[in-house]
Protein backbone atom coordinates (compact mmCIF):
# COMPACT_ATOMS: atom_id res chain seq x y z
CA UNK A 1 0.00 0.00 0.00
CA UNK A 2 1.44 3.40 -0.65
CA UNK A 3 0.14 6.89 -2.34
CA UNK A 4 -0.32 10.41 -0.72
CA UNK A 5 -3.61 10.61 0.77
CA UNK A 6 -4.91 7.41 1.11
CA UNK A 7 -8.77 6.63 1.40
CA UNK A 8 -9.13 3.52 3.72
CA UNK A 9 -12.18 2.40 3.79
CA UNK A 10 -14.03 5.80 3.23
CA UNK A 11 -13.32 6.22 7.62
CA UNK A 12 -9.49 7.13 7.19
CA UNK A 13 -7.24 9.59 5.35
CA UNK A 14 -3.39 8.61 5.18
CA UNK A 15 -2.13 13.04 4.52
CA UNK A 16 1.51 11.56 4.68
CA UNK A 17 0.77 8.44 2.98
CA UNK A 18 2.33 4.70 4.07
CA UNK A 19 5.88 4.50 5.50
CA UNK A 20 7.54 1.01 4.82
CA UNK A 21 10.60 -0.17 6.21
CA UNK A 22 12.90 -3.20 7.12
CA UNK A 23 14.75 -2.98 10.55
CA UNK A 24 17.71 -5.42 10.12
CA UNK A 25 19.92 -6.66 12.66
CA UNK A 26 17.85 -7.16 15.93
CA UNK A 27 18.49 -9.54 18.39
CA UNK A 28 15.99 -12.06 17.44
CA UNK A 29 12.28 -12.32 19.18
CA UNK A 30 13.58 -8.83 20.71
CA UNK A 31 11.04 -5.52 20.97
CA UNK A 32 12.12 -2.23 19.60
CA UNK A 33 10.50 1.21 19.90
CA UNK A 34 10.20 2.26 16.42
CA UNK A 35 9.87 6.49 16.11
CA UNK A 36 9.28 8.29 12.99
CA UNK A 37 9.21 12.45 12.16
CA UNK A 38 6.74 13.50 9.83
CA UNK A 39 6.29 17.08 8.10
CA UNK A 40 2.97 18.18 9.94
CA UNK A 41 0.71 15.67 12.18
CA UNK A 42 -2.14 18.72 12.62
CA UNK A 43 -5.13 17.12 12.70
CA UNK A 44 -3.70 13.04 12.91
CA UNK A 45 -5.96 11.41 14.93
CA UNK A 46 -3.99 8.44 15.01
CA UNK A 47 -1.77 5.80 13.29
CA UNK A 48 -2.48 2.41 11.38
CA UNK A 49 -0.26 -0.57 9.85
CA UNK A 50 -0.87 -2.68 6.97
CA UNK A 51 -0.20 -6.45 7.50
CA UNK A 52 -0.85 -9.66 8.74
CA UNK A 53 -1.46 -10.44 12.28
CA UNK A 54 -0.56 -13.46 14.18
CA UNK A 55 -4.80 -14.63 13.76
CA UNK A 56 -5.15 -13.56 9.77
CA UNK A 57 -1.13 -14.09 8.77
CA UNK A 58 -2.55 -15.33 5.32
CA UNK A 59 -4.02 -12.00 5.17
CA UNK A 60 -3.05 -8.39 5.54
CA UNK A 61 -5.49 -5.72 7.15
CA UNK A 62 -5.14 -2.25 8.56
CA UNK A 63 -5.05 -2.36 12.40
CA UNK A 64 -3.41 -0.13 15.26
CA UNK A 65 -0.02 -0.94 16.80
CA UNK A 66 0.49 -1.68 19.76
CA UNK A 67 1.56 1.47 22.46
CA UNK A 68 1.21 4.01 20.17
CA UNK A 69 1.79 7.82 21.17
CA UNK A 70 1.78 10.92 18.67
CA UNK A 71 3.36 14.05 20.32
CA UNK A 72 3.94 17.13 17.95
CA UNK A 73 5.70 15.51 14.56
CA UNK A 74 6.56 12.09 15.92
CA UNK A 75 4.60 8.89 16.30
CA UNK A 76 6.24 6.10 18.23
CA UNK A 77 5.37 2.42 18.80
CA UNK A 78 6.73 -0.92 19.83
CA UNK A 79 7.31 -4.03 17.62
CA UNK A 80 8.18 -7.37 18.78
CA UNK A 81 10.25 -9.48 16.06
CA UNK A 82 8.12 -12.57 15.03
CA UNK A 83 5.02 -10.66 16.75
CA UNK A 84 2.18 -8.73 15.94
CA UNK A 85 3.60 -5.21 13.48
CA UNK A 86 6.32 -7.42 12.01
CA UNK A 87 4.99 -8.29 8.75
CA UNK A 88 6.54 -11.77 8.36
CA UNK A 89 5.62 -12.72 11.54
CA UNK A 90 9.05 -14.80 11.91
CA UNK A 91 11.33 -14.28 15.03
CA UNK A 92 14.11 -13.52 12.65
CA UNK A 93 15.96 -10.65 13.40
CA UNK A 94 14.36 -8.61 10.81
CA UNK A 95 11.30 -6.28 11.24
CA UNK A 96 9.22 -5.49 8.19
CA UNK A 97 7.32 -2.35 9.11
CA UNK A 98 4.57 -0.76 7.04
CA UNK A 99 2.41 2.11 8.45
CA UNK A 100 1.44 5.49 8.62
CA UNK A 101 -0.54 8.83 10.63
CA UNK A 102 -4.15 8.84 10.00
CA UNK A 103 -7.02 11.16 9.84
CA UNK A 104 -10.91 9.44 10.97
CA UNK A 105 -13.37 11.20 9.66
CA UNK A 106 -16.28 11.79 12.14
CA UNK A 107 -19.62 12.97 12.50
CA UNK A 108 -19.95 12.05 8.28
CA UNK A 109 -23.21 12.63 6.92
CA UNK A 110 -24.53 11.40 3.81
CA UNK A 111 -25.15 14.10 1.28
CA UNK A 112 -28.94 14.20 0.18
CA UNK A 113 -29.87 12.60 -3.24
CA UNK A 114 -33.26 12.53 -4.67
CA UNK A 115 -35.35 9.87 -4.14
CA UNK A 116 -36.80 7.80 -7.19
CA UNK A 117 -40.22 10.30 -7.88
CA UNK A 118 -37.72 13.65 -7.69
CA UNK A 119 -35.11 11.50 -10.41
CA UNK A 120 -38.36 11.05 -12.54
CA UNK A 121 -39.54 14.38 -12.27
CA UNK A 122 -36.48 15.98 -12.98
CA UNK A 123 -35.93 13.85 -15.78
CA UNK A 124 -39.31 14.80 -17.21
CA UNK A 125 -37.99 18.95 -16.78
CA UNK A 126 -34.97 17.77 -18.66
CA UNK A 127 -37.08 16.01 -21.24
CA UNK A 128 -39.04 19.11 -21.92
CA UNK A 129 -36.48 21.58 -21.78
CA UNK A 130 -35.02 20.37 -24.71
CA UNK A 131 -37.96 20.08 -26.69
CA UNK A 132 -38.97 23.44 -25.82
CA UNK A 133 -35.49 24.37 -27.22
CA UNK A 134 -36.21 22.69 -30.41
CA UNK A 135 -39.33 24.33 -30.64
CA UNK A 136 -38.17 27.73 -30.51
CA UNK A 137 -35.03 27.18 -33.04
CA UNK A 138 -37.66 25.74 -35.87
CA UNK A 139 -37.94 28.82 -38.05
Excluded at 48 to 69: D, R
Aim: hydrophobic share 40%; glycine share 12%; net charge neutral.
Amino acid sequence: PSGLMMNLLGKYLMPHGVLEFVLVGCDIGSTVRVTTTWPNLKGVTGYMKYGPTPWLPQTSIWYVPSNVAISGNTVSYTITDGSLGDDDLTANGEIHDPGGPIVAFSNTEPIPALGRIGQVLLLLMMFAAVLGYRRARRP
